[in-house]
């Protein structure tokens, strides 16, 4: 796809301990953006849980990842404490990312038979739904370039709807080959 605004490198983000950061201070090098729904989202956590287990390749690629969400800080702060991601999961309460990036939030996206093929799988791997705080948001992931440009974007069509991360790591790839 095509660059996504610049703008983006200006959004200030909070970190799970309160403190604000400038995503753009944030990304030095080709960054794998994954935007939960919020970090109680059963799927969602199963997916920075996969990211977290190949972050050995994303960073043998050159690359680092980070998580941005509406989520609860302490949600952030267990995932990382608890459930060992171990990338940063900074929190985006004005969903400044989430305008930026064009990820829509719908009112029907509980019906979506794929969301629950999704929760299923994500529980069929040991996953347990937090407390829901944004039910019409739809998940995303970004590929940012070093000046946190958005390069390559997947919006989410359903809850739990994220690339898979060989195809996502190709991005990087390529990014890297640029």
Not at 2 to 27: F, K
Not at 76 to 93: C, K, S, T, V
Request: hydrophobic share 45%.
């Amino acid at each position: 796809m095509a660059a996504m605004s610049p703008a983006l490198a200006e959004i200030h983000v909070q970190t799970a301990a309160g403190d604000e950061a400038r995503l753009g201070d944030l990304v030095d090098r080709p960054t794998i953006l994954v935007i939960p729904r919020y970090y109680g989202c059963l799927p969602c956590r199963d997916y920075l849980r996969q990211v977290s287990e190949r972050l050995g390749e994303v960073e043998d690629a050159g690359a680092a990842s980070i998580g941005v969400s509406v989520g609860a800080a302490h949600q952030a702060r267990w995932l990382a404490e608890e459930q060992g991601i171990r990338f940063p999961l900074l929190l985006d309460p004005e969903r400044r990312v989430y305008d930026a990036l064009g990820l829509p939030r719908k009112w029907w996206v509980t019906l979506n038979p794929r969301g629950w093929w999704n929760y299923a799988r994500a529980i069929a791997r040991g996953n347990r739904q937090g407390r829901i705080i944004e039910p019409n948001q739809l998940p995303g992931l970004a590929v940012l370039d070093a000046e946190a440009n958005a390069v390559w974007i997947h919006r989410g069509r359903a809850l739990g709807d994220y690339p898979k991360l060989d195809r996502v790591l190709a991005e990087v790839a390529r990014l890297g080959a640029e």
